[in-house]
């Protein structure tokens, strides 16, 4: 049974190949008795009761059941029918009738709860420490902090006891624990995966995160369990993408290198370097970008507004029952007792003011690279000093859901002393895809095994189609490219990636004359035409409107031929807007055109330093 890889796709291949549930389920036990961690689980489920969901799946069917016969474990401040809830607080404990809304969805998936996991007491913490049970031990170093709230949860999944686990994220618990543990725990767009049945620890923040130990499986589970839930007002009614191949150009904003924080830690600030120089083998363009208003913004979360909602969520148990609260846990939420309405208003006050300063910022690049966590800490180091300790393991993490962003946490390699080294890709709401189509990439490139198992990652994963959704497919050909200065303006419509391909050798490419940004203009001709290097990307029916209705003359929408001989609408130029055009075709394309003429300035610059005498 230790060869039974728990990845979704290798289990779901031994389940075609003959392999039996019930022999999953032992092997859950198995390694569960193996980890001999009493820390992990606060709750198990039943076997016999674990063996009958398994038989009421009937036979095999991935399609009907995308997580069929997948073992999972749910953070005990999610609601599980027929287990009991604690938090972390045995006194707190009551035994729903029902799902949380997005367990729900996963068992209709085929998904077989394992059990409920450990964390810091009511979500309030990024160490996992803060818990009366035991403290769960970190899958890659004993030694080290497991992360939190959502510790059990990552250690589970990194361990390879299950192949998923559902944790929460409001400050970061569902990426710090997953840069600790070498998996990948996504960080959903906030209301994309449905609160219900969540004990909030601010529910305006909360959001369910997915820890796994690969992009694909965490993107399989999102994918599964978003959807618009009536029961909870802050749910949002997100288009879910496709994770498909992901654009050829992206701009990375990473933070200014006089603004990163380390904490004295030089192995952690040269793994993130190197992980950097892994996003520019990939074909990124990294951008410094000053955090200091970043920084600012992840301050406001332990202070006024948000401590208070802290307090509002479990205030009347805590009043009750304050003795039965973690002694860090009761004095971080008891602070808010000092706090008045006023303080909490000039918070969000704050928080808009921040918003409104950052928005350019964030929409000036495709997507953010941040250091998961910006140092490592052992178990003692943090009792010893649990306050600053959680704290600046936050630097990284804490603004990301006041900004309303989307994130991933993704491991990149080891350290020069062998722990983990971790980043997350952060980006706008809504473009969850994004950034886990460039942290598969990432993953991937990194080679490292999954988890603490010492499985090889998976290939790679067949790149999903696009349905047919009534979206329409647009090719560009210059400015709108990924990475080009107007490709924004798809973003901003929801657009989204599909491929990168030519036309048919029918077309001749121009540079137009009197653009006040740089744009060719494509024509199909009768004789002499060419293959030319476009893109493809999705847009939906009134988006697409949108976007034809503010296009200026001479360029007009019309169909293409592209070769692998399908059409699709893109952008035509009309012949009067040749005027003064320059025919640039023999590039191929208006990528390799802008790159020659920076080649060519690069050049020209570098000999005009060069000193005299030397050859030109």
Request: aromatic share 8%; net charge negative; glycine share 10%.
């Amino acid at each position: 049974m230790s060869d039974i890889h728990f990845d979704i796709g290798s289990l779901h291949g031994a389940y075609q190949a003959g392999l039996g549930v019930a022999e999953v389920i032992e092997a859950v036990h198995a390694r569960l008795v193996a980890a001999d961690d009493p820390g992990i689980f606060i709750h198990l489920s039943d076997k016999a009761a674990l063996l009958a969901a398994a038989e009421a799946l009937g036979s095999f069917d991935p399609v009907a059941k995308p997580l069929w016969g997948i073992p999972f474990a749910v953070k005990d401040n999610i609601d599980v029918a027929g287990m009991p809830t604690t938090a972390a607080c045995a006194e707190y404990t009551y035994w729903p009738e029902k799902d949380a809304a997005v367990v729900a969805r996963l068992k209709a998936a085929g998904a077989l709860v394992v059990g409920k996991t450990n964390l810091d007491q009511f979500a309030t913490g990024l160490v996992g420490v803060r818990t009366p049970w035991p403290i769960p031990r970190n899958a890659i170093d004993e030694a080290l902090v497991p992360g939190g709230s959502s510790s059990g949860s990552a250690v589970a999944t990194a361990r390879g006891i299950l192949s998923f686990a559902l944790g929460t994220d409001t400050a970061g618990s569902g990426r710090i624990p997953a840069g600790l543990n070498n998996i990948v725990g996504l960080k959903p767009t906030v209301g994309a995966l449905s609160a219900a049945g969540v004990v909030p620890a601010c529910r305006t923040l909360d959001c369910v995160s997915v820890f796994a130990l690969t992009v694909d499986d965490a993107y399989r589970v999102f994918s599964v369990a978003a959807a618009r839930d009536a029961a909870d007002p802050y749910s949002r009614d997100l288009a879910v993408q496709p994770l498909a191949t992901r654009p050829p150009a992206l701009t990375v904003g990473v933070p200014a290198k006089s603004d990163l924080k380390f904490f004295g830690d030089m192995a952690m600030q040269a793994g993130f370097e190197t992980s950097l120089a892994m996003l520019s083998r990939l074909g990124c363009r990294l951008v410094e970008i000053p955090f200091g208003d970043f920084y600012a913004t992840a301050n406001l979360l332990y202070e006024g507004a948000w401590v208070a909602e802290r307090y509002a969520a479990i205030r009347d148990f805590m009043e009750a029952n304050e003795a039965a609260l973690h002694p860090v846990t009761r004095k971080i939420i008891g602070g808010a007792r000092k706090l008045s309405a006023a303080d909490a208003f000039r918070g969000l006050y704050a928080l808009q003011a921040y918003k409104a300063k950052l928005a350019p910022v964030i929409a000036s690049v495709d997507l953010f690279c941040v250091p998961t966590a910006p140092t490592h800490y052992t178990t003692a180091a943090v009792l010893a000093d649990p306050v600053e300790t959680n704290s600046r393991l936050g630097t990284y993490t804490n603004f990301v859901n006041l900004l309303d962003m989307c994130g991933i946490a993704v491991p990149t390699g080891r350290r020069g002393d062998g722990l983990p080294m971790s980043v997350t890709l952060l980006a706008p709401a809504g473009r969850d895809a994004l950034t886990a189509m460039l942290a598969r990439d990432l993953h991937a490139a990194s080679g490292l095994p999954l988890g603490g198992t010492g499985w090889p990652q998976p290939g790679p994963q067949p790149t999903a189609q696009p349905a047919d959704d009534g979206m329409i497919d647009l090719v560009v050909v210059g400015a709108h490219l990924s990475g080009m200065p107007l490709n924004g303006q798809l973003n901003q419509l929801g657009a989204h990636f599909l491929r990168a391909t030519r036309t048919t050798a029918a077309y001749r490419l121009y540079a137009l004359a009197g653009q006040s940004v740089p744009k060719p203009g494509l024509i199909r001709v009768a004789d002499g035409g060419m293959r030319i290097d476009v893109e493809v990307w999705r847009l939906g029916p009134e988006a697409f409107g949108r976007f034809v209705a503010a296009i200026p003359a001479p360029l007009g929408i019309g169909t293409i031929e592209l070769d692998d001989g399908t059409p699709a609408k893109g952008f035509l130029v009309e012949t009067a807007g040749l005027d003064g055009a320059s025919d640039i075709s023999a590039f191929g394309g208006w990528r390799r055109f802008i790159a020659r003429g920076k080649d060519t300035a690069d050049q020209s610059e570098k000999r005009q330093n060069w000193p005299a005498g030397v050859a030109t």
